[in-house]
Every structure is written in structure tokens, then in C-alpha cells.
């Protein structure tokens, strides 16, 4: 049997490229899109009567937007996880300040009272 293969043309190979591209551009868009529903639950939703956002991409297309959608989201749920570790620590330093500020205040009423009774028992004394 001879060898037969089949010659697709020019153009029908051209726009068969582009319907791949186009799908696995889809494909993408719509993980994309999954992830940022995922996502979405960590960070408040919209309040009613907020204008839409202007595009972020130049061509405006659907999974380049959800593409940048997903980067500002995981930009944004990174700063606040940065924002609540840098809560975390300030309450860890003002408790810190608090129980210093305890500590000085005992130790400041005690040396009170024992400058107290040194004067006291001086003047008793005589």
C-alpha cells in the first residue's frame, strides 16, 4: 500500500490554529475564573449601586480581564494577609507596653510605700 496523506490548505490550517488558540484561551479564562470565585469568599463583596470597572487590559478581551481580575485579587488578598500579620503584631507590642506599664506602676508603689515607712519609722522613731 503506498503512503497517502491528506494536504490541508493554507487557510483552513490558519484558522484551525485559531480556533485552538482560542479555546485554550478559554480554557484558561474559565480556571481563571473558577479560582477567582475561590478566592472571592476571603475578600467583602461589592455594595449595591457600585459602577463597573474600567477594563484593565488593552484589548478588553474576557480572559485577559479575568486574567488581570485574578492577579489584583491575589495582590489584594496578599496585602491583607501582610495587613492582619502586621495587626497581629502591634496587639502582641501593646500588650507587651501594657504589662511594662503594669510592672512600673506596682514597682513604683512599692518603692512609694517603702520611702513611706522609711519616713515614717524615722520620725516615729525620734
Not at 25 to 42: M, R, T, V, W, Y
Not at 94 to 121: C, D, P, Q
Amino acid at each position: 500500500m503506498a503512503d497517502s496523506t491528506v494536504v490541508i490548505p493554507p487557510d483552513i490550517d490558519a484558522a484551525l490554529a485559531e480556533r485552538a488558540t482560542i479555546w485554550a484561551s478559554l480554557d484558561q479564562a474559565s480556571a481563571n475564573l473558577k479560582k477567582i470565585e475561590e478566592l472571592g469568599g476571603q475578600i467583602e463583596g461589592g455594595k449595591e449601586g457600585v459602577q463597573p470597572a474600567e477594563a484593565l487590559t488593552l484589548g478588553k478581551l474576557p480572559p485577559t480581564e479575568v486574567a488581570a481580575v485574578l492577579a489584583e485579587l491575589e495582590t489584594e488578598l496578599a496585602n491583607i494577609k501582610q495587613a492582619e500579620a502586621d495587626i497581629e503584631k502591634h496587639k502582641k507590642e501593646i500588650s507587651s507596653h501594657k504589662m511594662t506599664r503594669t510592672i512600673l506602676i506596682v514597682l513604683s508603689i512599692l518603692l512609694l510605700l517603702g520611702m513611706i515607712l522609711v519616713i515614717a519609722s524615722s520620725v516615729l522613731g525620734h
